[in-house]
Each structure stands twice: as structure tokens, then as C-alpha cells.
């Protein structure tokens, strides 16, 4: 089954809280079963937002790392 992604936000920039407040409101603008992108950095984020996401009834789909040394997390928004 292909994932097609609904939303990207680049969180790379961000530091825990904020990495999944961004997520989140994110999360809320999109469709229930839309898929976001997450491109996040650090092993904090890399810990919490799909912890935080799974927490809150999200579907954790993958998350992979990059040549780049950042981390691409794809969610499906609960609900669908």
C-alpha cells in the first residue's frame, strides 16, 4: 500500500517542546487519514514526536533516516 503524503513540515530547526506543538497543529489542519510528512533532527524529537503522536491516536507509518543525518517520520492523522 503507498502512502500518499497529504502535508509536509520541517521541524529540523525546532526543539522539544515546540518540535511536536508544530507537529500537532499540523496534525489539526489536515483531513482525518491525511498523511504528514515529518522531517525532524536530534534524538529528543526523535524520541518524543512519535511517541507524542501515537499518545494522542495517531498511526506511526515509517520513519527513516536520511543521508543528511535528519530523520523523515510519516504520520496518518487518527480518526479516518
Do not use: F, Q, W
Not at 41 to 69: C, F, I, M, Q, W
Amino acid at each position: 500500500m503507498h502512502d500518499t503524503v497529504t502535508a509536509t513540515i520541517d521541524i529540523t530547526r525546532e526543539v522539544c517542546p515546540m518540535t511536536y506543538v508544530r507537529t500537532k497543529l499540523k496534525l489539526e489542519s489536515l483531513a482525518a487519514g491525511a498523511v504528514l510528512e515529518v522531517l525532524l533532527k536530534g534524538e529528543e524529537p526523535l524520541k518524543n514526536v512519535p511517541r507524542s503522536a501515537r499518545e494522542e491516536g495517531h498511526e506511526v507509518l515509517t520513519l527513516e533516516a536520511r543521508p543528511d543525518g535528519t530523520h523523515r517520520l510519516l504520520l496518518r492523522k487518527h480518526g479516518s
